[in-house]
T-cell receptor, first 130, second 109 residues
């Protein structure tokens, strides 16, 4: 049973950088889409990005939400079983509960694909304020 | 477009059947997955691969797909099913990013 737990500061000053780390316990690191998802107060879920550990755990291709493309980056430390989110130049609009999650990609016998997040962290509130 | 559209709110009488829908171009390529979120809690996966239920999810939850529309059906809704429900897929552009619908608030009356 995989468990995910995020860590990082709960308060970040405007214009500075938000950094969060997600620790992974149980389960493999390879062949998953390690993802960050956030939820602003009273709003819906917003995908931020994933880093995919296909093949070997030392390689990671990434995909980011285009609305954040220039400010967001993900990295992976498979040896220490954690992955990280960096979001630069934050504003109050980045105040949200941040979740890390494990994503998977599958396909039916007819070749139709499906993508899902089977494990989620509890979430951590990050407030952007001076 | 790279969006998933859900009705903001749906209500159902206790014990009745309700269908929550999600529309988007990516759903012609990817089956949707569905998540239940209760206040103050992390989302919980309730359906993936059109009609696959994770362990522990009651069989009153079922999924279906047709064209650009995915549906989550709850047959015999219970009070504990009152929650926000989100659909999820993957972008069919070169980006292949994750996509979420805006969420549907289900009220059980």
């Amino acid at each position: 049973q995989v468990r995910l737990q995020e860590s990082g500061p709960g308060l970040v000053n405007p214009s500075e950088t938000l950094s969060l780390t997600c620790s992974v316990s149980g389960g493999a690191i390879s062949n998953y889409y390690w993802s960050w998802i956030r939820q602003s107060p009273g709003k819906g879920l917003e995908f931020l990005g994933y880093i995919y550990t296909g093949g070997t755990p030392n390689t990671g291709s990434t995909s980011y939400n285009p609305s954040l493309q220039s400010r967001v980056s993900l990295s992976l430390d498979p040896a220490n079983r954690h992955f990280s989110l960096t979001l630069t130049s934050v504003t109050s609009a980045d105040t949200a509960v941040y979740h890390c999650a494990r994503g998977q990609l599958g396909a039916t016998s007819t070749g139709r694909s499906y993508f899902w997040f089977d494990s989620w962290s509890p979430g951590t509130l990050v407030t952007v304020s001076s | 477009s790279s969006e998933l559209t859900q009705d903001p709110a749906v209500s159902v009488a206790l014990g009745q059947t309700v269908r929550i829908t999600c529309q988007g171009d990516s759903l012609s390529i990817y089956y949707a997955s569905w998540y239940q979120q209760k206040p103050g809690q992390a989302p919980v996966l309730v359906m993936y691969g059109v009609n696959r239920r994770p362990s522990g999810i009651p069989d009153r939850f079922s999924g279906s797909s047709s064209g650009h529309t995915a549906s989550l059906t709850i047959t015999g809704a219970q009070a504990e099913d009152e929650a926000d429900y989100y659909c999820n897929s993957r972008d069919i552009s070169d980006n292949h990013r994750g996509l979420f619908g805006g969420g549907t608030k289900l009220t059980v009356v």
